[in-house]
Nanobody, 126 residues
């Protein structure tokens, strides 16, 4: 069983930056995908970015060039660096993880089949 704990959310002014962290505990079998999603009140969950255990990344068009997903295997932690934040980036952000049969799934922007989720961390941009 894998547990995910996010941190790093907060309030920031437009144009500012934040780095979200997600610490994974438990055994994650390779290959796997890790990802970030966001959701506002009354809205559907929106995919933000995905990274495979091979390091390949995919980002949503809405954040491409501003947000970057990365990971530190030694710390069992993956990150979402968010730069040039806009008010429309205000949301609850969730990290997610899932072992997969093929890393090709991680590079598919439509991949949503994550089984492990964190509790969320709030990002507010004003």
């Amino acid at each position: 069983h894998v547990q995910l704990v996010e941190s790093g959310g907060g309030s920031v002014q437009t144009g500012g930056s934040l780095r979200l962290s997600c610490v994974a505990s438990g055994r994650m079998y390779r290959p796997y995908c890790v990802g970030w999603f966001r959701q506002g009140p009354g809205s559907e969950r929106e995919w933000v970015a995905t990274m495979g255990s091979d390091g390949m990344t995919t980002h949503a068009d809405s954040v491409k060039g501003r947000f970057t997903i990365s990971k530190d295997n030694a710390k069992n932690t993956f990150y979402l660096q968010m730069n040039s934040l806009q008010q429309e980036d205000t949301d609850m952000y969730y990290c997610a993880a899932q072992p997969v049969a093929s890393l090709v799934q991680c590079s598919n922007p439509s991949f949503r089949n994550f089984g492990f989720w964190g509790q969320g961390t709030q990002v507010t941009v004003s």
